[in-house]
């Protein structure tokens, strides 16, 4: 997949939805699609079709005919939506600080104690690999 990691990815809640299933099975047609997110009252055929269609036309989604029907697989990968959306949200949000929002986390009591010890040893893993400690 291409990288997408320079420019901005935006992705409305439908939209990742969508991605999602796409993601999920790798290609999905738009009846796959409109079939996985049908819990309960879910978007119209036509309504996921017109999604698909602009999130190709944004480049993060390419199709292929297999017996006259649009397959669709990703252009872009789940870990580079992340990342932009965590990088634009650090931006608008907390000021480019890491520890705004990791203060935030922990002030809104979303960061549970295996939580702190994961980031606690992915820190030190990641510190090792490049030779240097955090304090």
Do not use: C
């Amino acid at each position: 997949m291409p990288k997408h990691r320079d420019s901005k990815i935006r992705l409305g809640r439908l939209e990742l939805r969508i991605m999602s299933v796409v993601w999920g099975r790798q290609q999905a047609s738009v009846h796959e699609v409109r079939d996985a997110l049908a819990s309960g009252k879910g978007p119209a055929y036509s309504t996921i079709l017109t999604m698909m269609r602009k999130l190709e036309a944004k480049g993060y989604l390419r199709h292929k005919v297999k017996d006259r029907a649009f397959i669709y697989h990703a252009t872009i990968s789940r870990e580079d939506v992340r990342h932009n959306a965590i990088g634009d949200m650090l931006e608008r949000l907390f000021n480019g600080s890491p520890s705004l929002l990791m203060a935030s986390l922990a002030e809104q009591e979303q960061l549970k104690p295996k939580d702190r010890q994961a980031i606690r040893r992915l820190l030190d893993e990641l510190a090792t690999e490049k030779g240097k400690t955090h304090d």
